[in-house]
T-cell receptor
Framework: DAMVIQNPRYQVTQFGKPVTLSCSQTLNHNVMYWYQQKSSQAPKLLFHYYDKDFNNEADTPDNFQSRRPNTSFCFLDIRSPGLGDAAMYLC?????????????FGSGTRLTVV | TQLLEQSPQFLSIQEGENLTVYCNSSSVFSSLQWYRQEPGEGPVLLVT?????EVKKLKRLTFQFGDARKDSSLHITAAQTGDTGLYLCAGGVWDGSEKLVFGKGTKLTVNP
């Protein structure tokens, strides 16, 4: 089945130690998104790629970076994780600039910072 | 900044009851989507509504988009334990491409 796969499902990292989360998709979708979801809060868009075109949200901290080496893969890099970065990180894809077809989400990576 | 307010935040009901959850904003959205999220999983799309006043039905679930495209509701008839989950509404916002802004969600528990 075509899908969005996030690895790892659970990630524990030390305060200040760089960490990378990965997302892959077999849907051949043009657009890939990274959302941060903290407990009892709305998923918050960090950035997205339309093909290789990177779009950063204005309030996304510089500590968060992303790479998309090809259509299938997208990475979220947190350069110096703080305790406040502990959250569920969701990757999503869309086939078009328009969202009306809906997003396909991965299962998420739960990040713990110790 | 577009905000989507969902209510109620928590809802616990008995199996067989009906319920309605609401998604409200002061902003106009190009589309409105509803997702369901289970613990430890990503959201799964239930429906997209695009036209003001649009009503869509998905088995026991009825979704409505407000006439002004600022609000939406989700009505579940004869709730089942399998309906338990977090229901998220998300509004489409154009900024070069269309991005989704999410509400905080309604956590629904259906008790047997």
């Amino acid at each position: 089945d075509a899908m969005v796969i996030q690895n790892p499902r659970y990630q524990v990292t030390q305060f200040g130690k760089p960490v990378t989360l990965s997302c892959s998709q077999t849907l051949n979708h043009n657009v890939m998104y990274w959302y941060q979801q903290k407990s009892s809060q709305a998923p918050k868009l960090l950035f997205h790629y339309y093909d290789k075109d990177f779009n950063n949200e204005a309030d996304t901290p510089d500590n968060f970076q992303s790479r998309r080496p090809n259509t299938s893969f997208c990475f979220l890099d947190i350069r110096s994780p703080g305790l406040g970065d502990a959250a569920m990180y969701l990757c999503a894809t869309s086939g078009h600039r328009s969202s009306t077809g809906g997003y396909t989400f991965g299962s998420g990576t739960r990040l713990t910072v110790v | 900044t577009q905000l989507l307010e969902q209510s109620p935040q928590f809802l616990s009901i008995q199996e067989g009851e009906n319920l309605t959850v609401y998604c409200n904003s002061s902003s106009v959205f190009s589309s409105l989507q509803w997702y369901r999220q289970e613990p430890g999983e990503g959201p799964v799309l239930l429906v997209t509504v695009v036209t003001g006043g649009e009503v869509k039905k998905l088995k026991r679930l009825t979704f409505q988009f407000g006439d002004a495209r600022k609000d939406s509701s989700l009505h579940i008839t004869a709730a089942q334990t399998g309906d338990t989950g977090l229901y998220l509404c998300a509004g489409g916002v154009w900024d070069g491409s269309e991005k989704l802004v999410f509400g905080k969600g309604t956590k629904l528990t259906v008790n047997p």
